[in-house]
């Protein structure tokens, strides 16, 4: 299974800019890169999902490495109500399991 | 985005009861189900993949005669956590898988339910 390395917490101020960066050195070619987040007492949201090409999305944007081994969620105008903890999964060998990490808790101050 | 409900929300139950906890695709067929469990401040485990009309796959170390899985519909799923103990409380939470486009799989998390055991 490949490994993640996330940083354990991040701020940000509201209205700017959040990049929250993920270390995936041990991925597989074929294997997707998954962000979800999940809000305090909630069961976890998807953010996003990439392969190759950055992606981008109502929620997000989603730069990847061109060697695969490491990406980047980026939130573009971070809100309050995007304080979470965030996490970063491969997907396992084309297998639709999740396999959580720690992840990075994201504090937005007003 | 789809949804994903559960029911209860919130359970006390006293030790050595049973508790089932139900996990819907409200408005899509789900083919397979997951069932998570979270302590404080720590993420999301892995319990079980669950699959329509055949038998849960159980992750290592998690007692299958202990959390018991049906998913008898495309649309719902059931954990049963039996003689259930103080150590077993937990914040349970399901998900549903569906296609995201390509081979990527997008999973739909229920709400979860706060499971404690008296």
């Known amino acids: 299974d490949a490994k993640t390395t996330q940083p354990n917490s991040m701020e940000s101020n509201e209205e700017e800019p959040v990049h929250l960066p993920c270390n995936h050195s041990t991925i597989s070619g074929t294997d997707y890169i998954h962000w979800y987040r999940q809000l305090p007492s909630q069961g976890p949201e998807y953010v996003i999902h990439?392969?190759?090409s950055n992606v981008n999305n109502r929620m997000a944007s989603l730069a990847i490495a061109e060697d695969r081994k490491s990406s980047t969620l980026i939130l573009h105008r971070a809100t309050l109500r995007d304080a979470a903890v965030y996490y970063c999964?491969?997907?396992?060998?084309?297998?639709?399991?999740?396999?959580f990490g720690k992840g990075t808790k994201l504090t937005v101050n007003p | 985005g789809a949804v994903v409900s559960q029911h209860p929300s919130r359970v006390i139950c006293k030790s050595g009861t049973s508790v089932k906890i139900e996990c819907r695709s409200l408005?899509?067929?789900?083919?397979?189900m997951f069932w998570y469990r979270q302590f404080p401040k720590k993420s999301l485990m892995l319990m079980a993949t669950s699959n329509e009309g055949s038998k849960a796959t159980y992750e290592q170390g998690v007692e299958k005669d202990k959390f018991l899985i049906n998913h008898a519909s495309l649309t719902l799923s059931t954990l049963t956590v039996t003689s259930a103990h103080p150590e077993d409380s937990s914040f349970y939470i399901c998900?549903?898988?569906?296609?995201?486009?390509?081979?990527?799989?997008?999973?739909?998390f229920g709400p979860g339910t706060r499971l404690t055991v008296t």
């Open positions: 998900s549903a898988s569906g296609l995201a486009g390509g081979k990527g799989y997008e999973q739909y």
């Open positions: 990439g392969l190759t």
């Open positions: 408005d899509f067929q789900a083919t397979t």
């Open positions: 999964i491969p997907s396992q060998g084309g297998s639709e399991k999740l396999v």
